[in-house]
């Protein structure tokens, strides 16, 4: 890297942002609607950063060689998807076609596009992604560097300054974050507009190396790129003056213009120079070599029976901090994250012995998932684990995870009524919706040991967002003994006779209420049948309806809200058959309280269950 | 207010907080658990806020002539509750009845209690209701101080951020924070521990008048009290130096205390002095007059149908524009937030017309949904608008409103792949499962202009949290004659016949889809009912078992995902019934594309349910 600036380099750079500007323009007129003047203030942004600072393989756009780059600011997708074309690993054709069905060019970036890593379009969220990037570059020993466009507008999203602080904490120099300051939100001006020190020194209150440069001035965005801060091991945040709809006077800071197609697209086109570059316009090649922690063969965890031999309780969060450690051993791509509460989620037993491997994320959930999506998108696997309810808190970023079809495992605790005295913000009671409710997601709710063991196999046979449900209570061992399978899916029919009279559907802790109801209602004369959801998504549909078809009498108890949980996925896989189906769950917003206490008042305990039946 | 400190009163505020350490100790080893480490940092700091600085009438915990004052680290509840006891507004029995089942006085503060305003525990959400609390102080203009303490572990949650870059901006000097800096977290030290001047930076980069102080030393916490700057209209953060567990040397800064009862409790109850103040334990009255902005009597949103006459379309988000435009005159007590897209909500025709009651929160939804929390806890009627996808944002503050009972009505446009060429990231398709599963919610859907000020009127009917969801496109006007009906739970069957064959349960666009759907098929002598489920919580069970019973055949078409929608909330009301049961809804990530391409693809068009009839 050199601070000399070739002046032939200069004006390439000034004409391809003009070139990039003209596509943009192009592309969202054919398309009807989108971002241009969005697109106009970054476009000497783009065209410095892709044909001047960033190292990529055009022919590889996954390869580690490559820089990262991240449109935290995703309503500018036209101009990403000009520079694509521009390196000549897109045609113009594909640039017209933005924002149709059949199109990888997409109104906001998404990875149907190879060359995109993380879906972005929700605001705020592209820095955790990269920084994210950036702490598995610093891990894995890598030089790259990771770039994050963002939108001045968006830098009010709390989610900036989660991973704002992380970053700087994490010491990383690698990560640069350029701020498009074009003073416009969608509505009108941002609240500090152009006044450009407000950026600045709240980045460097955060720890940041920030510069100012006017972002339209090529030599100075060159020379910015320049600054990374190696020494002080310092991220850089550069603060770029920009103007909205720059190059169309008529677009130029005009209110009322972001997100749609220009009004005068002929007029507009005219005002914007058309010229040729000197050099040939290409992606700079990478030749770095790629260190990375390869996975390992494939194995599955094994139970640890003796483990466990003679207790008579065993905490799930406790199974799971011990599984994910042997998950740890097995597979070296396996990372692992929490936000501040790794002695309560166990997830400290990871932490403990693969340290190098664990990403401590404080309390800010939201970074929490932003980093591990970018942990995703360059191929480890990351497990997340804190409270359920506090996984509510990302949940912006969870949808825009499964958007980006990432792999992330997700481990929610203190689930329920069941977490009992700490009351009702820390109960987990819409987490099964919430997951349940992404696309491709997997959703497990293990009930002792053992199905913890078995559950987090099956998170790692499956590709996409999986979540494991862990109560906080111990429970007794179910299965210590016998050879038990378990499948995406799946259930498990832990009690049944010939002359059962209604099946108990449970999962998670209720499963244990059940057994207990079961031994009650045998005492009266009653069989009650009990299944194990543990698959709750998918769910074990083949079983459920043959249970209803063979019994006609289903009682679902779940230690969850009513909406989008057990009772309602049952129902729905039941929606043509003649059973007789009653649901017991949470119905109001808990208290404070013991966890038999919660759950008698509640009206999912044993006594409720033999009621019902 | 004046800066000369009685030595008495010194005396008595160091006396008081070892009172307070000692209740905290008492009642936490009683319960087996609490937090007393987290109280004992910050017991200065509440008998000086308590007993010296806050003006509260102990005989009316609601009155609007109180100082405001959030717990947001709310797991130092114990102290609070102990607060309430020196006061003689609570007993020491209530006290050590800490946790129970049936104690107002929970792990973390709820409005079960009286005086407490709204649920904290869900770390870095206090900040946002104070601003909300003293925005609409200062917009009524009252006088009122509000106070909130915050962790220094909260302080890395970004919405702490949010809330503190608008504070600033509309000029809050009404408000402080004062963070308890004890330099831990729950697993162990914060990122900064005792560096107080990052904390000190950063409130100041973000506009903030900000104090450090000793958060032990009396003095120096009621020297800090007087320094609000009125003159600079800048919001105050005062940051406490604090000792995690101070005051019981064993405890003290300890690692794994968090969250415990103390293990040695008579031990550490000897170690804290027992002693008797010499002036009288009391709150501070308030005698400032009340100002505010009285609700008018009730009277209900009239459809201006001529307003929409002869137009074959309307589109649903500008009629919610009028209709909260139209609330706005009805009502001197409904406010609106919006989160920089009014202009694409039509929440602008409110903020045109009442600027004075509109909240521009910019992108920022945690704190948007923050502080209208706060709005609503002062009880005045807070309409949220924004992006139902961006409503995700806020899930887990949208939950505390529920636990804080707050009555908010939200607004989210751009549901569903109607939304079309802006792609998946926009396109709110687990908002039903979002709002359904919050414990007392009301969730509408309306299909048409007339339909968005019927649900209207049932959200000011309801008291909860209300959800509104509006699509994006424009729809034809079905109701624009004739003389409808709406009410909580209601439907409305769009068309029946003696004859008809199958049922269309639709909402919403999917209505127009079901109505294109029952034309074809009458053209195949096939007769349609269709249902329109405006109100998908409650939803109208009554209506849909006795169509199940009657055709024995329903279609559910919903734009959303498959899981917490309509069509899972149909299927589990008609769990008890024979009928025959489809379902279509959008089974994948979506795609940019036109709304018609993208119902078709995803199988929720008429050409779709005539196939599936």
């Known amino acids: 890297?050199?601070?000399?600036?070739?002046?032939?380099?200069?004006?390439?750079?000034?004409?391809?942002?003009?070139?990039?500007?003209?596509?943009?323009?192009?592309?969202?007129?054919?398309?009807?609607?989108?971002?241009?003047?969005?697109?106009?203030?970054?476009?000497?942004?783009?065209?410095?950063?892709?044909?001047?600072?960033?190292?990529?393989?055009?022919?590889?756009?996954?390869?580690?060689?490559?820089?990262?780059?991240?449109?935290?600011?995703?309503?500018?997708?036209?101009?990403?998807?000009?520079?694509?074309?521009?390196?000549?690993?897109?045609?113009?054709?594909?640039?017209?076609?933005?924002?149709?069905?059949?199109?990888?060019?997409?109104?906001?970036?998404?990875?149907?596009?190879?060359?995109?890593?993380?879906?972005?379009?929700?605001?705020?969220?592209g820095l955790s992604a990269g920084v994210g990037m950036a702490l598995l570059d610093k891990r894995e020993g890598r030089s790259n560097r990771t770039y994050v466009l963002c939108g001045d507008g968006e830098v009010a999203e709390g989610s900036i300054w989660e991973a704002a602080s992380l970053a700087s904490a994490m010491g990383l120099s690698n990560l640069a974050t350029i701020v498009d300051v074009n003073g416009y939100g969608q509505t009108g001006e941002t609240l500090y507009h152009h006044d450009l020190e407000v950026y600045r020194s709240r980045f460097e209150a955060f720890g940041w190396n920030a510069i100012i440069v006017d972002g339209h001035d090529v030599e100075a965005l060159l020379d910015a790129y320049q600054q990374f801060d190696y020494e002080q091991e310092r991220p850089t945040a550069i603060i770029a003056k920009t103007v909205k709809g720059k190059g169309v006077e008529s677009l130029e800071g005009s209110e009322g213009a972001h997100g749609k197609a220009a009004p005068n697209f002929e007029e507009a086109l005219n005002a914007i120079p058309d010229e040729e570059t000197e050099g040939k316009v290409r992606f700079k090649p990478s030749d770095r070599a790629v260190t990375r922690r390869e996975p390992n063969a494939e194995s599955s965890l094994e139970y640890p029976s003796d483990k466990y031999e003679g207790e008579e309780s065993v905490s799930l969060r406790k199974a799971f901090g011990s599984a994910l450690e042997s998950l740890g051993e097995l597979r070296d791509d396996v990372w692992a994250f929490d936000g501040d509460v790794m002695n309560s989620t166990y997830s400290q037993n990871f932490q403990k012995r693969f340290p190098e491997r664990f990403v401590e994320s404080y309390i800010a959930e939201q970074n929490m998932v932003g980093m591990a999506t970018g942990f995703s998108a360059l191929g480890t696997v990351p497990f997340l684990s804190t409270f359920a309810a506090f996984l509510s808190r990302a949940h912006d970023q969870i949808r825009m995870a499964a958007v980006s079809r990432s792999n992330l495992k997700f481990a929610g605790t203190h689930v329920g009524v069941a977490t009992g005295e700490d009351g009702p913000s820390q109960m987990g009671l819409e987490d099964i919706a919430m997951f349940r409710c992404l696309p491709g997601s997997l959703v497990l709710q293990p009930s002792d040991a053992r199905s913890v063991y078995g559950c987090m196999n099956l998170m790692m046979e499956h590709r996409g967002i999986s979540y494991l449900r862990v109560a906080r209570p111990s429970v007794e061992n179910l299965r210590s003994k016998g050879n038990w399978e378990y499948r995406i899916g799946g259930s498990h029919t832990l009690l049944s006779s010939e002359e059962d009279e209604v099946a108990i559907v449970a999962s998670g802790v209720t499963v244990h209420y059940a057994l207990d109801a079961a031994e009650q209602l045998a005492k009266k004369g009653v069989n009650a049948r009990v299944i194990d959801c543990y698959s709750l998504k998918p769910i074990d549909g083949d079983t459920l309806r043959k249970t209803a078809e063979e019994i006609g009498k289903i009682l679902i108890v779940e230690d969850h809200y009513k909406e989008g949980g057990l009772g309602e996925a049952v129902c729905h896989e039941l929606r043509n058959l003649t059973c007789s189906t009653t649901h017991l769950y949470v119905d109001d917003v808990p208290r404070s309280g013991s966890q038999s206490r919660l759950s008698e008042a509640f009206g999912i305990d044993a006594k409720a269950i033999v009621r019902a039946a």
């Open 1 to 125: 890297m050199s601070t000399i600036v070739k002046e032939s380099n200069v004006r390439d750079l000034e004409i391809l942002a003009n070139r990039l500007r003209r596509d943009s323009l192009r592309s969202t007129n054919e398309a009807g609607s989108g971002h241009p003047t969005s697109c106009f203030s970054c476009a000497e942004i783009m065209s410095t950063l892709f044909f001047d600072e960033m190292e990529v393989n055009a022919d590889n756009a996954k390869s580690l060689a490559n820089d990262h780059f991240i449109l935290s600011k995703g309503h500018a997708a036209p101009i990403y998807w000009a520079v694509l074309k521009e390196a000549g690993v897109s045609t113009d054709e594909e640039l017209l076609e933005l924002r149709e069905f059949d199109s990888q060019q997409e109104g906001h970036p998404t990875p149907r596009s190879e060359w995109v890593d993380v879906a972005t379009g929700s605001l705020g969220q």
